[in-house]
């Protein structure tokens, strides 16, 4: 009788049209998809990388500041001059040194028709006392707000100090040189020299 039973059931599965499965069975071991882990064009990377400085043989970019024994200065105004424009922290042993390098070769720029110009990273009082305190004979304008140093894109070293960057500008007020050492401070007076000599 078993064997009947089993008999007529085949029969019966047997007679069933095949329908056979649309979508197949997802392995359980199958790893969903998932988003590509590289990373995307990077056009945001350009929004971190730090500007180009100013590059020799373009204007230099004029600007109106007062210095800080309340005299204006405006870079246009002082055509037919050379200009030695220097950026530093003016705090700290290096900045002095590179400062009062300049004050000692004062006379040589000024037999070069050569004006020479401080941009201090310090306040307007930090930077005066700086002034007095080194007997500094030339201009020394306060950027505590950094508009001189974005104009002229001036880095800073590690992000951190600010930059020691120097511009020779002729008379024309075309960039000529520019130096940029943070460590090599007293180098910055050689170099605007040797740079007015062959202007000269």
């Known amino acids: 009788m078993a064997f009947v039973a089993v008999a ?3 029969a019966v599965l047997a007679s069933r049209p095949f329908c056979p ?4 069975r997802r392995s359980l071991f199958t790893a ?4 590509s882990l590289r990373p995307s064009p990077t056009p945001h990377r350009a929004l971190f990388s730090p ?3 100013l590059a020799e043989g373009q204007p230099a970019p004029d600007f109106d500041r007062v210095d800080g024994d309340g005299n204006r200065i405006k870079l246009s105004e002082l055509r037919g001059q050379n200009v030695i424009l220097y950026f530093s922290n003016l705090a700290g042993p290096g900045c002095t040194s ?3 390098t300049f004050r000692d070769a ?3 720029f000024v037999n070069l028709n050569a004006r020479v110009i401080a941009v201090s990273a310090q306040s307007d009082q930090k930077s005066a006392d700086f002034k007095r305190i080194n007997r500094l004979p030339f201009s020394v304008i306060s950027d505590v707000d950094k508009q001189l140093q974005k104009l002229y894109n001036v880095p800073s070293t590690f992000g951190l100090i600010p930059g020691r960057v120097t511009f020779v500008i ?3 007020g075309v960039v000529r040189k520019v130096f940029n050492s943070q ?3 007293t180098q910055h007076v050689a170099v605007a020299k040797e740079t007015l000599s062959s202007l000269n």
């Open 8 to 10: 007529a059931r085949s």
């Open 21 to 24: 499965r649309v979508c197949p």
């Open 32 to 35: 969903p998809r998932t988003a």
């Open 51 to 53: 500007p180009k400085m």
């Open 98 to 100: 590179q400062s009062c």
């Open 106 to 108: 004062a006379e040589h």
């Open 170 to 172: 002729d008379k024309q």
């Open 183 to 185: 460590f090599n401070a």
